[in-house]
């Protein structure tokens, strides 16, 4: 069914470990050429190439902390003077930095959330669109940004993650714009929206908080990184997803119903 993904040049931001890493598997087993990206090589990064090769793809390591600017662009650089281009660009890297309520929250934390949510994605798009409308006019097909939003751009958030539900709601929202004045380049814009999923993104709860939220979940468990990939195969493909975008697909067992 993502037949067509072999061969392609797929970059994922923040992917040594959770939804990125299990995405980057997912790709590699269509046999995708992927390059992971977290601020510093993990201390198994040759343990986790090598999976991924063992799954069938080629795979590649690009340190960059896409908090700044110049890091994102450099992580694109680097990325296409590697495979020869790119085909699939996906925005992950993201989180809540800390949990702070409205009364503690200065410009130092503001800067922090917005530059690990909005500044990561909107620089590694802007760096990547003149390769990716390449891609598409080679290939003869769209290519694809998929953004990682959440299901706190619609909720708001939990306690202390206002800017972090507004920084996934600025991505929900700003991908509109891509859309309108970007599709005629022949990408795609699409976002893969999780709901609570089992990653170090919860480190912080204990088991009490935990069974707590499963059971505001009609499916009555978190998510596991691997339930996400499937969505980021399916907007990645042409074949698949090729007359959509501009979309938002909420993965959060039935948690929120937009
Ligand atoms: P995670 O903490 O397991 O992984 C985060 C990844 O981002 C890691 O690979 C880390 O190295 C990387 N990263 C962090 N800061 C970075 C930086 N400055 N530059 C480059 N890479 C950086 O988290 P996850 O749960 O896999 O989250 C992945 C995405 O999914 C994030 O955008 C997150 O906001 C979103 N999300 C997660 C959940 C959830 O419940 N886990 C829910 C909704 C959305």
């Given at each position: 069914m993502f037949n067509d993904l072999r061969g392609k040049r797929v970059l994922i931001t923040g992917?040594?470990?959770g939804i990125g890493l299990a995405a980057a598997h997912a790709f590699a087993r269509y046999g995708a050429r992927v390059g992971l990206n977290?601020?510093?090589a993990p201390h198994d990064l040759d343990t986790?190439?090598?999976?991924?090769?063992?799954?069938?793809?080629?795979?590649?390591?690009?340190?960059a902390d896409l908090s700044h600017s110049e890091a994102c662009k450099q992580l694109v650089a680097d990325f296409v003077r590697h495979f020869g281009g790119i085909d699939v660009l996906i925005n992950n890297a993201?989180?809540?930095v800390a949990r702070r309520p409205l009364a503690e929250i200065d410009d130092a934390f503001f800067d922090a959330v917005n530059d690990l949510n909005m500044r990561s994605a909107l620089m590694c798009t802007q760096a990547a669109l003149p390769h990716l409308k390449a891609s598409a006019a080679a290939r003869g097909e769209t290519a694809s940004v998929i953004s990682v939003g959440s299901i706190a751009g619609h909720t708001g958030g939990g306690p202390g993650a206002s800017l972090y539900g507004a920084s996934k709601a600025w991505l929900h929202n700003i991908q509109?714009?891509?859309?309108?004045?970007?599709?005629?380049?022949?990408i795609r814009f699409n976002i893969v929206s999780p709901g609570t999923v089992d990653t170090a993104f919860h480190a912080d709860k204990n088991a009490e908080t935990r069974q707590r939220i499963s059971a505001a979940i009609p499916l009555g468990r978190f998510g596991t990184p691997e339930e996400m990939a499937p969505a980021f195969l399916f907007f990645a493909s042409h074949a698949c997803s090729g007359y959509v975008t501009g979309q938002i697909l909420d993965i959060n067992g039935g948690q929120f119903m937009p």
């Open positions: 992917s040594t470990m977290g601020r510093r986790q190439l090598d999976a991924l090769r063992a799954a069938g793809g080629e795979a590649a390591f690009f340190a993201g989180g809540l509109k714009n891509w859309v309108d004045y970007h599709t005629t380049d022949r």
